[in-house]
């Protein structure tokens, strides 16, 4: 009898022990198509489940919503102006709004939601999300890197660093010159990110934010010595 009641304790305190990792899944709620001579829109509306605050994950998947419908309008309205026009603009126009899972393993879940926009040239606007699985939630780069209250600077001094040694070796872009108008000086405080697989700060940025267009969208993965030990 005893030994039954030790084996119980055992597997309860066990159980007790091991972190309860939630289920977060990311689908399409849905996609819009549309192709017209010259105009092409796909607009994906991601959809994210499993989260331990409800209410944050039904905040999440209406702004998807409300991006998606607000990009298919930008789309239609900028279809129905260029049509109606008498002399007519030749070229290309397409809205592309999609997902690319960036991490997908047993601690993270982490994807980028993108706006490619084509006209002439192309900008993209991304928004990327991290989240825990042991905590099941978004997490922030502020709350990430809680324990490091100077990270701003300490990142901004290494990708710094890093834009100059690119641009002198590698021929970049990066807006890094003392005094220009465009230089880049720090990081934001709820700057672009993601966690890879390796467990490493990917701090990002979008076309044409810190460096010239034929740089695309740079990111810069953060040393484990200046971000500490994230999971």
């Not at 977060?24 to 331990?52: C, H, Q, W």
């Not at 290309?92 to 997908?104: Q, Y």
């Not at 990327?128 to 502020?142: A, C, E, I, N, P």
Request: glycine residues 4%; hydrophobic residues 35%; charged residues 25%.
């Amino acid at each position: 009898m005893k030994k039954n009641i030790l084996s119980i304790l055992t597997i309860l305190l066990i159980t007790a022990a091991t972190p309860a990792f939630c289920e977060i899944t990311l689908s399409e709620f849905s996609t819009y198509n549309s192709k017209i001579d010259g105009f092409e829109a796909k607009i994906v509306t991601p959809l994210i489940r499993g989260l331990a605050d409800k209410k944050n994950e039904n905040e999440l998947n209406h702004n998807f919503r409300v991006k998606a419908k607000a990009a298919i309008s930008e789309y239609e309205n900028y279809v129905v102006e260029e049509t109606n026009k008498t002399s007519k603009t030749e070229g290309h126009f397409a809205l592309i709004s999609d997902v690319i899972v960036k991490t997908n393993n047993e601690k993270i879940l982490a994807f980028d939601h993108y706006l490619l926009n084509i006209v002439g040239s192309s900008s993209t606007k991304h928004e990327f999300y991290t989240f825990l699985r042991d905590s099941g939630k978004l997490v922030t780069l502020k709350e990430l890197l809680k324990k490091q209250p100077n990270y701003v600077q300490k990142i901004s001094k290494y990708i710094r660093t890093e834009m100059k040694r690119i641009n002198k070796k590698e021929n970049g872009m990066f807006w890094v010159e003392r005094g220009s108008q465009d230089e880049f000086k720090k990081i934001k405080e709820d700057q672009n990110f993601y966690i890879n697989d390796e467990g490493s700060l990917v701090v990002c940025f979008d076309k044409y934010e810190v460096a010239a267009g034929a740089q695309g969208s740079p990111e810069f993965i953060i040393p484990t010595k200046i971000t500490g030990v994230i999971l």
